[in-house]
């Protein structure tokens, strides 16, 4: 061990290698209390580094931890005491962007709101867009195929990686920084990577596809009298607005409650007068008509009695001001110790689904605290449930009512967080045996001994 | 060998399975001439069947070559003697229709043109559109990640599938049928048949994602003076349109030339002016603004000199006959015997290309006749060229020509017609030695006899 961590630290230099002390004073994750339990940390600063690094690790039979910027929430980034970590946080940088492909080619360590900046400043748009912007990097929001407030229109991290440089677990360095939109030659090899979690390989360099920057935005925040409403503004602003939607957030009235009333900093824009209250995002492509066209679909929508009440952010203080409230999930915490969820579902069976585990959690606890948010347009829902206990027990016994009627529904334990080592018991609630057993073979096909990210999704 | 084909025989009954003499009466391809090769042909009717007889071919070692509609253009499809065919032919239901969720669940070997009508009839919309729609299979489309005409905003066939069912080469069913636009929950094992060309799985069901019906349909017929007035042009148009650019196809002036003079039925819309023609559609969601818009944007890039004449569609028969004209492809043989390319490269990098592949073609046959055409907007291009031998030799002389630069600009040997047979000596010029070994090592961990569509992509 001791030989293995010289060769490392003789590899990375000054400033590549943290040793014990310094691992200790680092945190385990986002959020947590408890310090990083690593062996060590390793800081590579350049592709060919972390190549031989891993080189070394592997034929050491050694695991490795990869991080990127450790606001993910599954725990998928939380080291153990016997592995090595790999943070890519020394790969910060926007090596190329083309104006006319519209593609940036940045390293894994960039953080989000980095590329967002960038791709403004070039006159584009980078539409990936989530609360932990300016700490995440885009690595690891790759590597967890990451979601956030625009998949309706964009869609996930996914859609938007033209190419990807990875790493595998024995060094081998895959280049395949693509910049092209179609590219069927041969398989479509960065796909394996989006979404495992660092356990296929270790993602070091991304080509990202950049969009036209959006010439309007509009937004606006309604109630909603009922679950059958919501769905028909949500086929109203589809049809009428076609891909220029880009947002249709919807909360439970519990949750608008609790981010519009104090110590929230946000007054409440409507009365709590609704069951559903929804905000709206739609990006346009010209400067003045963009307004009165959507002005003109949300009356058409409160027409057909849809919406039952409407505020429209005309001032980008305004605008930014709706998302501020919508954002505030630091209220979360008024819910006492609580567990949050991240589910997907067939639209259609949404409403049936809340009621029930509403049902369910208020007769296994009466003073249940519990809100839903999420984006429903992407069949994405968020329940948040505190029930006065952050036990094992109590946290096992909530999953099993919010997990155990997915199933049926043919709903997702994940949506956008991922699986870590949070959900790993659940995963075969989402997926088959003969799913499974395919990761497994994956798993077993690109990284034999197991060293990265080992335990993470599944075991191996 | 004679037992196992009793054993098939047996599994599927009547109908189920071709003999020798049944089989010889097929041709072995699109446009072939020359008849069927294989052992026999399969027709399975259900997932269960076709997993039966994988399993038994399995257990066989034997070789099994996967049929869809037949459109392919790289001869992926083409059996040899010593293979047995797997159709899908026979399994063309359309299962299932969420109108709400917006998800439409499909067997392959429903025709694209049947689920393009079926979403129609339903008030909604499937935007995979190629040539071959009324033959073409979607199973095909899926496994071979087709693109077609609308993927500049659309996306490829990638992005419209969010659930398969597939069959391993050993028999086992893996069922996938997601119909969420979100799901996290483990790796996203559809990717890897989606474009894997049928040497991993056989995709047996598809879960697509259906759009909401377009209102309107603009089209119009520009020409334009130069390439960088067409990247002027194609700029103004993705500012000022948005996401409602559906198609920006471009035709060189001798494409346009032989789509539009007799035998071909359609005259020239536009004088031979120009050095570059340009098929422009918008999808709106304004039935009648769309329209307005449509001149305004085109006046715009008019004024500023990116086009230089123009034909607008006011009709669907006149928007009909511009993309009749633009599809006329038979004319492709009055260049004589001739070859298709199918090529992506960076934009920026592909005026050289052309006149540089132009030069070598015309110093080593002065007689040589050749035509551009593509989906500009997605670096997709298909050059044709004709120079009076069909012969392997001169096939082989006019690929080095084509592919040879690709490789320095970062450019694929295939954007949307895959690998197959016909480009497997060419995959390297695209991919790096280890990403091709990591194709093989994926082929042997989930088919370690290589049983399916064996060799097509790369040797096994």
Redo the contacts between chains.
């Keep these: 061990m001791n030989d293995l961590l010289a060769k490392l630290q003789q590899c990375l230099g000054e400033g590549g290698y943290l040793g014990q002390d310094e691992v200790h004073q680092r945190p385990a994750g986002w959020g947590l209390e408890e310090p990083c339990q690593a062996l060590a940390i390793l800081r590579p600063q350049t592709t060919d580094e972390v190549s031989k690094v891993l080189a070394l690790c592997y034929e050491a039979g050694q695991a490795v931890c990869v991080q990127g910027g450790m606001t993910g929430l599954v725990r998928g980034g939380v080291a153990t005491s016997d592995e090595i970590v790999m943070s890519l946080e020394r790969m910060r940088e926007i090596e190329a962007v083309?104006t006319?492909?519209r593609t940036m080619t940045v390293q894994a360590g960039v953080p989000l709101q980095r590329i967002q900046e960038e791709a403004l400043e070039q006159g584009l748009f980078f539409p990936l867009d989530l609360g932990a912007r300016g700490s995440c990097q885009i690595g690891g929001n790759v590597s967890?195929?990451a979601?956030g407030n625009r998949?309706?229109?964009y869609?996930?991290s996914?859609?938007l990686v033209l190419g990807l440089e990875t790493v595998?677990a024995d060094g081998?360095?895959?280049?395949?920084?693509?910049?092209?939109?179609?590219?069927?030659?041969?398989?479509?090899?960065k796909?394996?990577f989006?979404?495992?979690e660092g356990t296929l390989g270790v993602v070091t360099r991304v080509v990202l596809r950049l969009e036209?920057r959006?010439?309007s935005h509009s937004t606006a925040l309604v109630g909603v009298e009922s679950f059958e409403k919501l769905?028909g503004l949500l086929s109203v602003m589809?049809?009428?607005?076609?891909?220029?939607l880009s947002a249709f957030e919807v909360m439970w009235k519990s949750f608008y409650e609790l981010v519009t009333s104090g110590p929230a900093r946000t007054p409440p824009p409507l009365a709590y007068k609704w069951p559903y209250y929804v905000l709206i995002e739609v990006?346009?492509?010209?400067r003045v008509r963009d307004a009165e066209?959507f002005d003109e679909v949300l009356a058409e929508a409160s027409d057909k009695g849809f919406l039952s009440d409407a505020v429209i952010g005309r001032s980008r203080r305004e605008r930014d001001g709706l998302w501020a409230m919508r954002d505030d999930i630091e209220q979360l915490d008024r819910l006492g110790p609580h567990f949050t969820f991240d589910i997907?579902?067939?639209?259609?069976e949404m409403n049936a689904y809340v009621n029930g585990i509403g049902r369910s959690l208020e007769a296994r606890w009466p003073e249940v605290k519990w809100v839903v948010f999420g984006?429903l347009?992407?069949?994405?829902l968020h329940p948040v449930v505190g029930v006065g206990d952050a036990s094992p027990a109590a946290r096992q016994a909530v999953e099993e009512i919010i997990y155990d009627p997915l199933q049926q529904i043919?709903?997702?334990?994940?949506?956008?967080?991922?699986?870590g080592l949070e959900?790993r018991a659940y995963?075969s609630r989402?997926?088959?045996p003969?799913?499974?057993d395919?990761?497994r073979?994956?798993k077993?096909?690109?990284d034999p001994k197991g060293i990265l990210n080992r335990g993470r999704?599944?075991e191996i």
């Design positions: 083309d006319v492909g967890t195929n979601g998949v309706i229109r869609g996930m996914r859609n595998l081998t360095v895959l280049s395949g920084l693509n910049r092209m939109v179609k590219n069927n030659s041969g398989y479509d090899l796909q394996l989006i979404g495992s036209r959006p010439k769905l589809e049809d009428d607005l076609g891909p220029q990006l346009g492509s010209e066209r997907s579902l067939p639209i259609r984006h347009g992407d069949g994405n043919g709903g997702a334990v994940s949506a956008e967080h991922g699986i959900k995963l989402s997926r088959t003969q799913e499974i395919l990761m073979r994956l077993r096909a690109l999704v599944f």
